[in-house]
Each structure stands twice: as C-alpha cells, then as structure tokens.
C-alpha cells in the first residue's frame, strides 16, 4: 500500500471543499436570486431598490455560468477524492485545473476585466506553487503504478 504525504492530503481536502463550496453555491444562487427580486419588489426606497437591483445582476448569472461553475466544482470535488486515493487520473486532472485556472485568471483579467491585478498576481503565485509541489519527485512518484501494487 502506498502511502500518501501530507502535502497531497491537504491538497486533496482543499479541492474537495472547494468542490464541495462551488457546487452548494450553485445550488442556492437561485433562491438567492429569488429572494432578491422579491425584496426589490417590497422596498420602498429607492436608494436600497438600486443596491438590491446591483446584487439582483450578479445573483442573475446566466445558465453557462452556473454549467460552467457546476462543471469545475464537480472536476474539483473528483480530483480530490482521488488524489486521496493516490489515483494517477487525478494527478493528471490536478494539472488540467491549474492550467484552466491560469488560463482563465489571465483571460479575466485581460478581457473581461474582472480580477484584480494583486489577485491574478496571487493566483498566479498559488497555481506556480501547486505545480511546484506536484511535479516534485517524492510527490510524483506517489502517483506512479508498480508492479507490486498491480498485483494486490
């Protein structure tokens, strides 16, 4: 039996809670949604109607936003798990999501304008650290089948 370090532990638990976070998060949007657009209804006054209708436009994503979150919290949720199970598809799905999330923090930032340059900077330095840490050798060689562990 191989056993696994604690980085790849704390790693494994991180993307499951994360997982976990962006898939109930999806879940409860609409109903936030919902919740907002009733009580744009109830307000009276019209400096609270104009903040509540600024939260009623970000709650108010489009459904390919709420597929595409959906989508990488449940890669996430999977990579996890089987990064607990010292699976090599989840240490190759690990540097699918770094790519994407380096792809997409330079893409936003870019063109769509919505990250801050401190926080792509910091993302930027988190994702260069996770490939860091996983292309290690020690780490790697967790992921790797021998023969001795085909057979049992």
């Not at 996770?130 to 057979?151: C, D, E, H």
């Amino acid at each position: 039996m191989k056993k696994r370090s604690v980085g790849v532990t704390i790693f494994a638990v991180l993307f499951i809670i994360g997982g976990v976070s962006g898939l109930l998060i999806n879940l409860l949007i609409p109903v936030a949604h919902r919740m907002v657009k009733s009580a744009i209804e109830l307000e009276q006054s019209s400096e609270q109607r104009e903040e509540l209708k600024k939260i009623d436009a970000l709650l108010g994503s489009s459904s390919k936003d709420r597929v595409l979150v959906g989508a990488t919290s449940t890669i996430q949720l999977a990579a996890g798990i089987g990064l607990l199970g010292l699976m090599g598809w989840a240490y190759s799905l690990t540097f699918l999501m770094i790519g994407f999330s380096i792809f997409w923090a330079i893409f936003s930032f870019i063109f769509l304008k919505t990250i801050a340059g401190g926080f792509m900077l910091a993302s930027l330095g988190w994702h260069t650290f996770m490939i860091w840490y996983f292309l290690r050798p020690g780490v790697k060689a967790q992921f790797v089948k021998t023969a001795s562990s085909n057979q049992q």
